[in-house]
T-cell receptor
Framework: NAGVTQTPKFRVLKTGQSMTLLCAQD?????MYWYRQDPGMGLRLIHY???????AKGEVPDGYNVSRLKKQNFLLGLESAAPSQTSVYFC????????????FGAGTRLSVL | KNQVEQSPQSLIILEGKNCTLQ??????????LRWYKQDTGRGPVSLTI?????NTKSNGRYTATLDADTKQSSLHITASQLSDSASYIC??????????????FGKGTHLIIQP
């Protein structure tokens, strides 16, 4: 997980509250991703970015927004948290090229009550 | 719909024994297949990556195989160690817009190594 840092590591929210998850990478990677991991399911892509200032929707984007104002940072926002957003969130980054691997952060465990 | 199926769901073996994990996929257009190891409470870490033309790739005691015709892959672990206890995730990549990865993740095989 070297090079990709997620903050915070844990968070508890009440329904309707908002928060921002921060992902920072120091590897000068072009591509960054946000995933969620739920019990009994594979990781699912929420949003991704192919470069500074660009974002795109993934498989499960509803209820989330993202921003990539700086190349090294990728922010995931929850405007009005819902219990269905209780999950572990992972950020990943990779350099350009189809065979380059994604490096993952350690994850953020979010509970929405 | 792109899918990745892994088996078994969980596996318990004794330390020092070998094991093989399976992955079947339906992903198009196929770019490459990766195996990741995920320790409890940590993010996934890449073990191997194989493209269409590669049918085997090793990383220490881990050996992955790929049969692109049958769309199957396996991960073989030799002489297992307690530190091998983890979830092993098969991930298949399809190229999407802008060159980013379109990764489809399997649910993982939860492997427990017993002393």
């Amino acid at each position: 997980n070297a090079g990709v840092t997620q903050t915070p590591k844990f968070r508890v929210l009440k329904t309707g509250q908002s928060m921002t998850l921060l992902c920072a990478q120091d590897m000068n990677h072009e591509y960054m991703y946000w995933y969620r991991q739920d019990p009994g399911m594979g990781l699912r892509l929420i949003h991704y970015s192919v470069g500074e200032g660009t974002t795109a929707k993934g498989e499960v984007p509803d209820g989330y927004n993202v921003s990539r104002l700086k190349k090294q940072n990728f922010l995931l926002g929850l405007e009005s948290a819902a219990p269905s957003q209780t999950s572990v969130y992972f950020c990943a980054s990779k350099s350009s090229g189809p065979k380059n691997i994604q490096y993952f952060g350690a994850g953020t465990r979010l509970s929405v009550l | 719909k792109n899918q990745v199926e892994q088996s078994p769901q969980s596996l318990i073996i004794l330390e020092g024994k070998n094991c093989t994990l399976q992955c079947n996929y339906t992903v198009s257009p196929f770019s490459n297949l990766r195996w990741y190891k995920q320790d409890t409470g940590r993010g996934p870490v890449s073990l191997t990556i194989m493209t269409f033309s590669e049918n085997t790739k090793s990383n220490g005691r881990y050996t992955a195989t790929l049969d692109a015709d049958t769309k199957q892959s396996s991960l073989h672990i030799t002489a297992s160690q307690l530190s091998d206890s983890a979830s092993y995730i098969c991930v298949v990549s399809a190229l999407i817009r802008g060159g980013a990865d379109g990764l489809t993740f399997g649910k993982g095989t939860h492997l427990i190594i017993q002393p």
